[in-house]
């Protein structure tokens, strides 16, 4: 009784392999690099993106230290002037 079949010989290959037809060649190259500019201009682009949104914040932090001076308030999370809008004051919606 046979269970498996029987073992044939593996053949052997009558041609040699081309390297070039088993390299990706000058495509190849061309794709990785293409790849490899586009993501460090991402990279750049979101660390020029996060860098704009740090210096807002700063400023809108200034500005707040800036308004809660003139007030007189000394601290405007206090809110020492009754107004019960919080930061918006008059130029629009409260800030989170």
Do not use: K
């Not at 860098?51 to 400023?59: I, S």
């Not at 932090?61 to 107004?83: I, K």
């Amino acid at each position: 009784m046979i269970l498996f079949g029987e073992q044939t010989p593996m053949p052997t290959p009558s041609m040699t392999v081309d390297p070039d037809s088993v390299t990706p060649g000058f495509a190849g190259f061309a794709i990785v690099v293409v790849i490899v500019i586009a993501v460090i201009l991402l990279i750049w682009d979101m660390n020029r993106r996060i860098r704009r949104v740090r210096y807002r914040e700063e400023v809108r932090e200034q500005l707040d230290a800036e308004e809660a001076a003139a007030r007189g308030d000394g601290d405007a999370g206090e809110g020492g002037d009754g107004d019960v809008r919080g930061d918006a004051g008059a130029d629009g919606p409260p800030r989170a």
